[in-house]
């Protein structure tokens, strides 16, 4: 390291399973110190935590500050509880989310979570913009939302108050109603619902095989339109389901920063894309 640059330590707690959560942090920072910004180095400091266990959390956060880090970031919000904000709200260490979780009321930030931000979108921003799409710019009258979890529902908030007022045109399933034969939703979506607009909460990892099933019961056929809902379902194999069968519009919401620069702000923009052989829009806010 250049003697001229000055070191800063900086934190991270991963679960044991988020190694793509843990890549995307290694890749970031090592772009940062490429850039040579301020004559700043960061070196990071990354413990690893088996389950949501807040006494070992509480270890591995003391740890991190005894070694001197400037700042924290996670655990995500598999952590039930809060501790690592407390113990920074309490030593003034920064202390950086970067995912969903269901939003700290303002007694809880004056108190307890002054050094803790979460640079992720909130949940109103995120159900505000889904309101956006699917209300005003695809005009939606009558569709069906498949939901995994409760905080799934919390996204959606907005188009929820559709369902409060006409549950005739807005429909609810929760997915694992029917874990022990998920066929069974995609029948009723068929043949009793008729429905032909689909919002899909789920995560990545499962958005594949659910839609797998789906198309059995024809649901990826010729006018019937998806809206996947988690900001990570472009990082689902999609493509790999394509075939004859596969004649269904979906639309994807990811976030994307198009500065080369990521210090430098630019004008929010909306790009659509057509991913061939199969039709998936992606719309970047």
Same mark, same amino acid.
């Given at each position: 390291?250049?003697?001229?640059?000055?070191?800063? &330590?900086?934190?991270? !707690? $991963?679960?044991?399973? =988020?190694?793509? #959560?843990?890549?995307?942090? *290694?890749?970031?920072?090592?772009?940062?110190?490429?850039?040579?910004?301020?004559?700043?180095?960061?070196?990071?400091?990354?413990?690893?935590?088996?389950?949501?266990?807040?006494?070992?959390?509480?270890?591995?956060?003391?740890?991190?500050?005894?070694?001197?880090?400037?700042?924290?970031?996670?655990?995500?919000?598999?952590?039930?509880?809060?501790?690592?904000?407390?113990?920074?709200?309490?030593?003034?260490?920064?202390?950086?989310?970067?995912?969903?979780?269901?939003?700290?009321?303002?007694?809880?930030?004056?108190?307890?979570?002054?050094?803790?931000?979460?640079?992720?979108?909130?949940?109103?921003?995120?159900?505000?913009?889904?309101?956006?799409?699917?209300?005003?710019?695809?005009?939606? &009258?009558?569709?069906? !939302? $498949?939901?995994?979890? =409760?905080?799934? #529902?919390?996204?959606?908030? *907005?188009?929820?108050?559709?369902?409060?007022?006409?549950?005739?045109?807005?429909?609810?399933?929760?997915?694992?109603?029917?874990?022990?034969?998920?066929?069974?939703?995609?029948?009723?979506?068929?043949?009793?619902?008729?429905?032909?607009?689909?919002?899909?909460?789920?995560?990545?990892?499962?958005?594949?095989?659910?839609?797998?099933?789906?198309?059995?019961?024809?649901?990826?056929?010729?006018?019937?339109?998806?809206?996947?809902?988690?900001?990570?379902?472009?990082?689902?194999?999609?493509?790999?389901?394509?075939?004859?069968?596969?004649?269904?519009?979906?639309?994807?919401?990811?976030?994307?920063?198009?500065?080369?620069?990521?210090?430098?702000?630019?004008?929010?923009?909306?790009?659509?894309?057509?991913?061939?052989?199969?039709?998936?829009?992606?719309?970047?806010?």
């Amino acid at each position: 390291m250049d003697e001229r640059k000055t070191e800063v &330590k900086v934190g991270a !707690i $991963f679960f044991k399973n =988020e190694e793509a #959560l843990e890549l995307s942090f *290694d890749a970031a920072f090592q772009e940062i110190n490429n850039l040579k910004l301020f004559e700043l180095h960061f070196v990071t400091f990354k413990r690893y935590i088996p389950n949501d266990d807040s006494y070992v959390l509480q270890q591995l956060t003391c740890e991190l500050i005894s070694n001197g880090v400037a700042a924290i970031f996670g655990p995500t919000s598999k952590a039930s509880n809060d501790i690592v904000a407390l113990i920074a709200n309490s030593t003034g260490i920064p202390h950086l989310q970067y995912d969903w979780n269901i939003e700290t009321t303002i007694e809880q930030l004056q108190l307890n979570h002054r050094m803790s931000v979460n640079v992720a979108p909130t949940l109103t921003a995120i159900s505000k913009a889904y309101w956006d799409i699917i209300k005003i710019n695809y005009d939606w &009258k009558t569709f069906t !939302i $498949f939901y995994r979890s =409760e905080q799934g #529902l919390t996204r959606l908030q *907005d188009l929820m108050g559709i369902h409060t007022v006409n549950k005739d045109a807005i429909k609810l399933k929760r997915i694992t109603d029917y874990s022990q034969d998920i066929r069974v939703l995609w029948k009723e979506a068929a043949e009793a619902l008729h429905e032909q607009r689909f919002i899909l909460d789920c995560d990545p990892q499962s958005l594949v095989d659910l839609l797998n099933t789906a198309k059995d019961f024809k649901l990826l056929g010729p006018f019937k339109q998806w809206f996947l809902t988690h900001l990570d379902s472009h990082s689902s194999s999609l493509k790999l389901i394509y075939n004859e069968q596969f004649k269904a519009n979906i639309t994807g919401v990811r976030l994307k920063l198009n500065d080369l620069n990521p210090y430098e702000r630019r004008k929010t923009r909306i790009t659509l894309i057509d991913v061939s052989p199969v039709n998936v829009k992606i719309v970047f806010f």
